[in-house]
């Protein structure tokens, strides 16, 4: 059996006790390429590191195969081992010139960074024909494999053969942008080629605000699945565009739904390429998509011709292109932390052990959960984040993105990443998941909540919101103020002002309100629906439905940005299923019955989302504009209201959690004009009345307001 050595750092190669039969004294390096021997200046055992290491006298080449003699005549292979987690392997391999495929009057380049390869082969495959094209990639010094060749490749099939520490591996191009159905090999794509009808005549929905949006998520299969929506291409892009599609009772439903919800912002589940359905038969399985694959490319399942490379990336330019002429804007849920399965996937089949984070022991470090984390940290790994949310962002004129455990991610990388939008399109939102987990890296490095102040511009999911308004995710007896438990009133006068700090002495999280993201339902969890059956389960259901539209209210007239998942306008549930990434349609789909039949329910959060996107007292950018305009009410117990100024008057809003009514003595005195009271929300006043005190009805929200 072969014996391994393993090259550590640049100037250090290794063997492990574990490779070692016999005392060792004596070490012979051979550049198997040069066949001449590379120098060595000493060498050590290190019994409390379980090793010998030898040490060279200059850089070690990599990219060449290397065997190393030992007691003249014992061979050991040696192979890449942690030289890959090094700085001085990033800086001395760092390339910032143009990846993948580009094309020119020369012709069509492919590159590939794969410095540890001892060789490439790049192949070109025919179906017609069933043949293959081969070719040998010429490397540079920064280890980047190049092959241009004069023709015009728009549509060829190809892929990559990676050889590295003597095994042969066939991989994806990282920066392909369009793949054979179930994302098999790549295709040289012209993206020119893919674009519709006036797609580079567009313009995008005027937006000046981070707290000017509203986002509304949903997964594009949900959205159409059932039957009941009336939508024709059922789990496609083009069903998200169908216009005209009617559901029970006459109900609008689909895409003409969204325009008259009046969000600003749709957040798409994963569109980059997955890996859990088969395209070619989509409703044999069911995924959310965070098991991405291709990060350039899209995925088919949701194309209405999987097996055409270009149909998905014009099925998506459409949809964006009609969300925009109708104003609303488009976000992508974007997974940059982990990838589906570590071993099978391109970056590690080309650069292995380079992509990924380790523990201590040497075991693929598990932060995010699904079996290991991204090394945002590494120089050509935050660059490839970067390049292809740039990417995206460019070719499909996105107006947002959402990252996925972005707690996972380092700051460096994110800060690059707003910067780099921030070029392209200053309106584009940046928006993660800030939460803190187990993952090698630095507290002070992470993209966290805690870190929020060192990353300027970028929103972060507030948990605390969430929680303290329906009750722990984690435990799922437990009560929010929306649902029982008046005793976090303190807490929420600090968190309806974007968790904003200094606002209250409660501790707030964020040193501006754009940095919080208001939500108490995601596709993640318990819907709000199924949690306030657990947690309530001795409340009726009418009794429910108020704690509902309690919580779905104070998460929209809050100061930051509010987020609503798909449905939770008309109480959506999935039948008690905590995590449904792959439950079947009935439990995830948009059921549009239940819409038709609380109608009055999707009325009441439209008029919030007008009232709120008509009146900027809602929607303050900065802390100081907090701070100078909004001001907590004295309340009785289970009560919080507080009054928002602007020139010509006040608004007040009162958020009653208790059973019974109770009564708030106003600010002031006069004529109020009320916006919304009881099952009413409106963007203008329908009832006004004279005094200086109001009775807010139970588990109920009034808004009012008074001129000068």
């Known amino acids: 059996m072969a014996k391994h050595a393993y090259i550590d750092e640049l100037r250090l190669i290794t063997i492990p006790f574990a490779e070692v039969e016999e005392e060792l004294s004596n070490f012979k390096l051979i550049n198997m390429l040069s066949q001449e021997e590379v120098h060595i200046t000493n060498w050590e055992k290190k019994p409390e590191r379980l090793r010998y290491e030898i040490y060279l006298q200059d850089e070690i080449e990599l990219g060449v195969e290397y065997k190393l003699i030992v007691n003249m005549h014992l061979e050991y292979e040696t192979k890449i081992g942690q030289v890959v987690r090094t700085i001085p392997f990033d800086d001395r391999f760092y390339y910032d010139g143009e990846l993948g495929v580009s094309t020119s009057s020369e012709g069509t380049t492919f590159k590939l960074w794969a410095p540890t390869a001892t060789k490439v082969v790049l192949v070109f495959y025919n179906y017609e024909e069933d043949g293959e094209q081969i070719f040998s990639p010429s490397r540079n010094n920064k280890g980047v494999w190049e092959h241009t060749t004069p023709q015009n490749l728009d549509g060829t099939i190809y892929m990559y053969r990676v050889k590295v520490d003597g095994v042969w591996r066939e991989a994806v191009d990282p920066y392909a942008k369009a793949v054979t159905v179930n994302g098999e090999k790549g295709v040289v794509v012209n993206l020119t080629s893919t674009n519709p009808n006036g797609w580079l005549e567009f313009n995008k929905p005027e937006f ?414 900065k802390r100081e504009d907090v701070k100078k305009h909004m001001y907590i009410l004295d309340t009785p117990s289970y009560v919080l209201a507080y009054l928002l100024k602007k020139e010509d008057g006040i608004f007040v809003v009162a958020h009653n959690s208790a059973k019974e009514s109770k009564e708030v003595i106003l600010p002031s005195s006069g004529r109020w004009e009320v916006f919304v009271e009881e099952i009413t929300a409106s963007p203008t006043p329908f009832r006004y009345f004279e005094g200086a005190k109001i009775t807010i009805q139970s588990l109920t929200t009034t808004v009012l307001y008074h001129r000068k």
């Open 208 to 621: 000046l605000h981070p707290t000017d949006a509203l986002i509304y998520e949903l997964h594009i299969r949900d959205f159409s699945s059932c039957e009941s929506s009336g939508i024709t291409y059922r789990g496609k892009f083009k069903g998200l565009i169908e216009k005209g599609t009617k559901g029970p009772c006459g109900t609008i439903t689909g895409f003409d739904y969204l325009i008259d919800l009046g969000v600003t912002h749709v957040q798409l589940l994963p569109v980059q390429d997955f890996g859990s359905v088969d395209e070619t038969r989509q409703f044999d399985k069911y995924n959310w998509g965070y098991d991405t694959i291709h990060y350039n490319a899209l995925e088919g399942s949701y194309s209405l011709y999987p097996n055409c490379p270009k149909a998905r990336i014009t099925e998506l330019k459409e949809v964006v292109q009609q969300f925009h002429q109708n104003g609303l804007r488009v976000v992508l849920d974007v997974i940059y932390n982990h990838v589906y399965i570590h071993e099978e996937s391109n970056f590690e089949k080309i650069v292995p052990g380079y992509y990924f984070r380790y523990n201590l022991d040497g075991s693929l470090a598990n932060g995010t959960g699904v079996g290991n984390d991204l090394a945002s940290e590494r120089k050509m790994v935050r660059r490839f984040i970067v390049d292809s949310v740039t990417y995206l962002a460019k070719e499909f004129h996105v107006d947002g993105f959402r990252f996925d455990l972005m707690g996972i991610l380092d700051i460096e990388t994110m800060r690059k990443i707003k910067q780099t939008l921030d070029e392209i399109d200053p309106t584009i939102l940046v928006i993660g998941e800030g939460w803190d987990l187990a993952t090698p890296l630095a507290s002070e490095e992470k993209a966290i909540i805690a870190n929020s102040d060192h990353l300027p511009g970028i929103g972060h999911f507030n948990d605390q919101f969430r929680d303290k308004l329906k009750g722990s995710i984690f435990h799922q007896e437990t009560k929010g103020f929306s649902n029982g438990n008046g005793g976090l009133k303190e807490d929420f006068k600090m968190l309806v002002s974007g968790s904003t700090k200094d606002f209250y002495h409660v501790p707030g999280l964020f040193s501006d309100p754009y940095k919080s993201v208001n939500y108490v339902e995601c596709h993640d969890n318990h819907t709000l629906w199924d949690k306030l059956i657990l947690a309530n389960p001795h409340d009726d259901e009418q009794t429910r439905k108020l704690m509902h539209r309690l919580a779905t209210t104070i998460t929209i007239l809050s100061q930051g940005i509010p987020f609503l998942h798909a449905g939770q306008e008309f109480f959506r549930t999935k039948r008690n299923v905590e995590n449904s990434y792959n439950s079947p349609d009935d439990i995830n789909r948009l059921d549009w019955k239940r819409k038709a039949l609380n109608i009055d329910n999707v009325d009441y959060i439209k008029g919030l989302i007008a009232l709120r996107s008509q009146n900027s007292v809602f929607r303050f950018v």
